[in-house]
């Protein structure tokens, strides 16, 4: 399955491949030609930017700059499911379409044992977003990548990804490092690295330093609310925790309030709960309240976008 995935690779196509927070759709960032498919086959807006994934630090270096900080946390967080967006190096070799004309590239090494197998073998970074189609929920199983995509594109299956939500990106590009996107690495572990505070640049005012961070993302087709303490008609459930509301569709992402378990199963839930919707079940969805600890952050930011009106 790998040899097949390099082949692609090399011959300019888009592959789907498995990490530990979430499926990408990966091509050859050195590439213009495989870069531009991704755009094309996610419908991703050309202005928002693409992460690349390497093996190492040593390639990750060959097209970024580290700063002190940067190689701090690249030391204590690599391979894991942490984005460093750095300035390019001068002799770079990364499509322009990557990085979509910023002077900053997003780089993440990932702790899976497939997607390290694939980059130890291939010469380049791939360039990978998330294996969904822009806006709508991102994939933890082979089988969401090939729900959305069809035979138009090969997934190298690597099971359920066991973190479930994506990485949490940090700005490393200047000297005062801060959050772009929450995720399993939290404020706290990142703060035991870096001794001082980090702040979290909401998107959601003023400017958007990450491109992806609209307020409309990872939703379902049918609507979705947040905090739910009653349910309404027709609404399918998802609870946290010990819950006495009673729905006819229900999915509890941790019985026992586990926000880590929570995380990874939160959007095959919400897979699951829009194909109720699809097939007319279920007109919306309803969510109970989930801790904003940990990495229930990152649970809520993508709640909140999933519940965002389009
Ligand atoms: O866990 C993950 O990060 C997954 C897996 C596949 O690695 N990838 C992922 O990629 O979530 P994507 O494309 O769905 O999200 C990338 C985010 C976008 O919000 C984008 O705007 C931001 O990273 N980004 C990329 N390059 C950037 C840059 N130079 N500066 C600021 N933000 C950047
Ligand atoms: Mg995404």
């Known amino acids: 399955m790998i040899q097949r995935a390099l082949q692609l690779l090399h011959a300019s196509e888009v592959i789907g491949l498995p990490t530990e927070t979430v499926y990408g759709l990966g091509g050859d960032a050195t590439n213009s030609e495989a870069v531009a498919k991704i ?139 801060s959050i772009l996107r929450p995720g399993f690495i939290t404020p706290i572990d990142i703060e035991a690295v870096t001794d001082n505070m980090v702040s979290y640049q909401d998107p959601h005012q003023g400017i958007i330093k990450s491109p992806g961070q609209l307020k409309t993302h990872y939703a379902p087709t049918i609507p979705l609310r947040m905090n739910a303490t009653e349910i309404l008609p027709n609404e399918g459930l998802l609870s946290f925790g010990n819950c006495n509301l009673i729905a006819e569709f229900e999915l509890n992402l941790s019985l026992l309030g586990n926000v880590v378990e929570a995380a990874t199963n939160l959007f095959d839930f919400m897979h699951k709960m829009d194909k109720l919707g699809q097939d007319g079940k279920i007109t919306s969805i309803a969510v109970t309240h989930i801790p904003n600890d940990g990495i229930g952050i990152a649970i809520n930011d993508r709640l909140s976008r999933a519940a965002a009106k389009k």
């Open 39 to 177: 755009y094309t086959l996610k419908g991703r807006p050309s202005f928002n930017p693409l992460i690349i994934h390497i093996a190492s630090l040593e390639a990750a270096k060959k097209h970024a700059i580290f700063n002190s900080m940067a190689l701090k946390l690249a030391a204590k967080f690599w391979p894991g499911p942490l984005t460093l967006v750095l300035p390019l190096q001068a002799n770079h070799q990364l499509s322009p379409l990557v990085t979509a004309g910023l002077d900053t590239v997003a780089i993440r090494c990932p702790n899976h044992p497939i997607a390290q197998k694939l980059l130890s073998l291939y010469p380049n970074p791939i360039a990978a977003p998330s294996a969904n189609k822009s806006g709508y929920i991102s994939p933890t199983q082979a089988a969401h990548v090939h729900n959305c995509f069809g035979d138009k594109v090969f997934v190298l299956d690597g099971g359920s990804s066991p973190i479930g939500l994506e990485s949490t990106i940090i700005d490393c590009s200047t000297d005062v490092i």
